[in-house]
């Protein structure tokens, strides 16, 4: 697939997930960060988005509660250019009944080439990266060169 740049700006879309077992993690990982993430747009799923409010705060737009489509509305804003960043906290030792839906936003993530943490420390290393507060070019896919291609 082709690709193109894409620049993200110096304030970030940032998403904000976490498995029942990794809220709290999440919750007090965000309450250490609150400075800097409160210089960016955060969403959450809606459990997780309610949560982090009351631990940090910060305002949080929220998506419905992951189970029921949460999951899938983030990455449907990963696809739209609307998420930059994504923070999820997921539990490697709890199977969850919606499985396929976290695969798929893990996936959708990787596809738009977006930085992803999975714990604590990935998530530290984005929020103190130089490129948290700066702009940033990124390659992804170029959907218009590929429906030009399909289409022929």
Known sequence: ??????KLHDKKNIALVAHDNMKDP?????????????AHQLYATGTTGHKLEEATGLSI??????PLGGDQQIGAKISEG?????IFFWDPFEPMPHDPDVKALLRIAAVWNIPVACNPASADFIISSQYINEEYERLVPDYDAYIAKRLG
């Open 1 to 6: 697939m082709e690709k193109k740049v894409q």
């Open 61 to 66: 737009r929220k998506c419905v509660s992951g």
């Open 26 to 38: 999440l919750c007090k990982w965000a309450k250490k960060h609150s400075f800097k993430l409160s």
């Open 82 to 86: 609307e998420i930059d960043i994504l």
